[in-house]
């Protein structure tokens, strides 16, 4: 039986990740999990993080995943340390391989950063880039307002539009080159950050550094998918199943199937 490799987020923003690694590793079978019924993460607190971050990888664990990866940055700043001391398997996240990705891009040096209340407050984003270049200037906003928009479907509107311009749009007084999108529901809205920060800002997802350091990682531990079996995905979330079905078949682009959760999500506040 081929080993999955397990992804997790808050929600659908997870499948970001989900669909570069379908991507890079046509192969590897995915077990994807979004608590849709919690989201969003990033309001609450680090402690609250943790613990639904522990819920969800004891869940996944019956699936004898060879690999969890932390498709959320809010669960990543919180909880990629307690995951990774918990469990012997690998664990990825998503903050490092962002970061990498824009020290790589920028050419004036000013990155800006865009997150949830919690991921900006953690100084995760920060952190990371400023152990890869010293003398980078790094701009960070928080943006509640984008993950509800991305949970209900409404990625290209009017009050989209307004609420993303009145989040970044002082952003565009800095002299930022590359934009990191901080939390992975943000690329659904890319086309409408991308329009509102202007063509000259470069837009950074950790999806495709995520992918290549997933695959990196397996190359190492001999435990890339062989043959030519195309995969059969599975995907659990904790919410209303008929609305992530609709995004994830309109982002991924092709059918699939849910499985149902069994498991009563505790604590849904
Ligand atoms: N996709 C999560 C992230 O990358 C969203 C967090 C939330 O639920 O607020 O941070």
Same mark, same amino acid.
């Given at each position: 039986m081929q080993q999955p490799i397990a992804i997790l987020d808050s929600g659908v923003g997870g499948l970001t !990740?989900? *669909?570069e690694v379908m =991507? @890079?590793?046509p =192969?590897?079978?995915i077990i994807y999990f979004g608590d849709t019924a919690r989201t969003p993460y990033g309001p609450r607190s680090s402690e609250e993080i943790v613990r639904f971050t522990r819920e969800i990888v004891d869940y996944l664990i019956q699936f004898n995943p060879k690999m969890i990866v932390i498709a959320c940055n809010t669960a990543t700043a919180a909880g990629l340390d307690d995951i990774r001391s918990r469990i012997t398997i690998p664990v990825v996240g998503v903050i490092n391989p962002g970061a990498r990705a824009a020290i790589g891009l920028t050419v004036t040096g000013c990155v800006g950063v865009i997150g949830t209340e919690? #991921? &900006?407050k953690s100084g995760a984003y920060e952190q990371a880039l400023r152990e890869l270049s010293t003398n980078v200037q790094v701009v960070s906003e928080a943006c509640p307002g984008f993950v509800p928009l991305v949970e209900k479907g409404?990625? =290209?509107?009017t009050e989209t539009y307004d609420t993303v311009r009145s989040s970044i749009g002082h952003l565009r007084h800095f002299p930022m080159d590359t934009l990191i999108l901080g939390c992975t529901h943000y690329p659904f809205l890319a086309d409408t950050i991308s329009e509102v920060m202007g063509q000259s800002v470069k837009l950074i997802s950790s999806a495709d550094e995520t992918a290549r350091e997933i695959n #990196? &990682?397996? @190359?190492? *531990?001999? *435990?890339l998918a062989r043959?030519?079996?195309v995969p059969l995905h599975q995907f659990f979330c904790s919410g209303n199943p008929l609305l992530f079905k609709s995004i994830a078949q309109q982002w991924l682009g092709e059918h699939i199937q849910m499985t149902p959760? !069994?498991? @009563? !999500?505790?604590n849904i506040s």
């Open positions: !990740v989900a *669909k =991507r @890079q590793l =192969r590897e079978k919690a #991921t &900006i409404n990625f =290209r509107s #990196t &990682i397996l @190359q190492e *531990k001999n *435990k043959g030519d079996k959760v !069994v498991w @009563q !999500v505790p």
